[in-house]
């Protein structure tokens, strides 16, 4: 079974910054197009970041756009999500897939390959 793994999560304050890693194993996700997500407690898992196969192209949810920065190395099996700016309601598990499709994709329904989760928690 192709596994991601995500690291790089922790608690951090308010204003603070962390990088997200996910590390892919048993694939080479280089065609793949990938995606983080986060759920808070008690809510719905939503879309944060995602980036094109290739890396050239990327898009964001409108929470985290001008602070959150996603990027891949496809030589290293490995997405990134930058974290700068973090505010309380950043706090959730974060997720890292990974989609067959390629370009794109918005709903969780498009991934194949999902991470365990990550904890990030932001005090004020």
């Known amino acids: 079974q192709v596994q991601l793994v995500e690291s790089g999560g922790g608690l951090v304050q308010a204003g603070g910054s962390l990088r997200l890693s996910c590390a892919a194993s048993g694939r080479t996700f280089s065609s793949y197009s990938m995606g983080w997500f986060r759920q808070p407690p008690g809510k719905e898992r939503e879309f944060v970041a995602a980036?094109?196969?290739?890396?050239?192209?990327?898009r964001y949810t409108d929470a985290v756009k001008g602070r959150f920065t996603i990027s891949r190395d496809n030589a290293r099996n490995t997405e990134y999500l930058q974290m700068n700016s973090l505010k309380p309601e950043d706090t959730a598990v974060y997720y890292c897939a990974a989609s067959h499709f390629g370009g794109i994709q918005y709903d969780t329904r498009a991934y194949d390959y999902w991470g365990q989760g990550t904890q990030v928690t932001v005090s004020s």
């Open positions: 980036i094109s196969w290739t890396g050239g192209s990327t």
